[in-house]
C-alpha cells in the first residue's frame, strides 16, 4: 500500500545504455515529478506533469524524456546515458500543495 | 530570483533542542516545507506552512517563519538518536499559471545526535 513506489530502486549500467525508470502513485494526485540528487545530495527538478500534460520541464538534456500514460504514472526514460548521470532519481507526487516522494532510483553508470 | 539557503551542519546532544534554521529569496506568496531524509532513503514530509503564517507547531515541531526577514526555522524539541538525518528546507513559490507546483531545495542540514 506504497503511496509514491519507484522501480527499480538501483541500476547499475554502462555508459551510451538507455534505461527506464517507472513512478506510480496511488494518492489520486493530479501532478506528478521527477528530481535529480546529487552524490552531494542536492535535490533538483527536472519535470512536471499535471494529468499527464507537462507543466515544467527545467534546463534537462533531451536525452531525459518523460512519459504519463496517465495521471497515476510517470515514467523516465534517459537515452545514451553518461557518467554524470549517475545520481538518485526521485519521483514525487502532490495535489495542490504537499509533495510525497518515492524511495527514489539509485542509478550507477559506469 | 529563487535561492533556499541552509546551514550544513548541526551537533546536539540527546535530549536537546535543535533548532534548524533556512533563509529564502522568493517575495510572492510561497508554500514552504521541511523535509526528512535518513540515509539511503528517500524524502519524508515533516511539516509545512504558508507564507501568511507565522507558526505551526506539530508533537515536537514547531516552525517559525519571519516574514519580513524570510527566515525559517524548524525547532525539535527532546532531539533523540534517531532524529540523525538530513533535513531539508524548501519553498513552492506560487508560479504563473497559478500552482505551487516546483520545490526548490536548500542544500541540507545535516544534524547529528550525540549522547
Known amino acids: 500500500d506504497t503511496a509514491v513506489s519507484q522501480t527499480p530502486k538501483y541500476l547499475v549500467t554502462q555508459m551510451g545504455n538507455d534505461k527506464s525508470i517507472k513512478c506510480e502513485q496511488n494518492?489520486?494526485?493530479?501532478?506528478m515529478y521527477w528530481y535529480k540528487q546529487d552524490s552531494k545530495k542536492f535535490l533538483k527538478i527536472m519535470f512536471s506533469?499535471?494529468?499527464?500534460?507537462?507543466?515544467i520541464n527545467e534546463t534537462v538534456p533531451n536525452r531525459f524524456s518523460p512519459k504519463s500514460p496517465d495521471k497515476a504514472h510517470l515514467n523516465l526514460h534517459i537515452n545514451s546515458l553518461e557518467l554524470g548521470d549517475s545520481a538518485v532519481y526521485f519521483c514525487?507526487?502532490?495535489?495542490?500543495?504537499?509533495?510525497?516522494f518515492g524511495p527514489g532510483t539509485r542509478l550507477l553508470v559506469l | 530570483g529563487e535561492d533556499v539557503e541552509q546551514s550544513l551542519f548541526l551537533s546536539v546532544r540527546e535530549g536537546d533542542s535543535s533548532v534548524i534554521n533556512c533563509t529564502y529569496t522568493d517575495s510572492s506568496s510561497t508554500y514552504l516545507y521541511w523535509y526528512k531524509q535518513e540515509p539511503g532513503a528517500g524524502l519524508q514530509l515533516l511539516t509545512y506552512i504558508f507564507s501568511n503564517m507565522d507558526m505551526k507547531q506539530d508533537q515536537r515541531l514547531t516552525v517559525l517563519l519571519n516574514k519580513k526577514d524570510k527566515h525559517l526555522s524548524l525547532r525539535i524539541a527532546d532531539t533523540q538518536t534517531g532524529d540523525s538525518a538530513i533535513y531539508f528546507c524548501a519553498e513552492s513559490p506560487l508560479t504563473l499559471s497559478g500552482g505551487y507546483n516546483k520545490l526548490i531545495f536548500g542544500a541540507g542540514t545535516r544534524l547529528a545526535v550525540h549522547p
Open positions: 514525487a507526487s502532490s495535489q495542490e500543495t504537499a509533495q510525497y
Open positions: 506533469y499535471n494529468n499527464k500534460e507537462l507543466i
Open positions: 494518492l489520486g494526485h493530479d501532478t
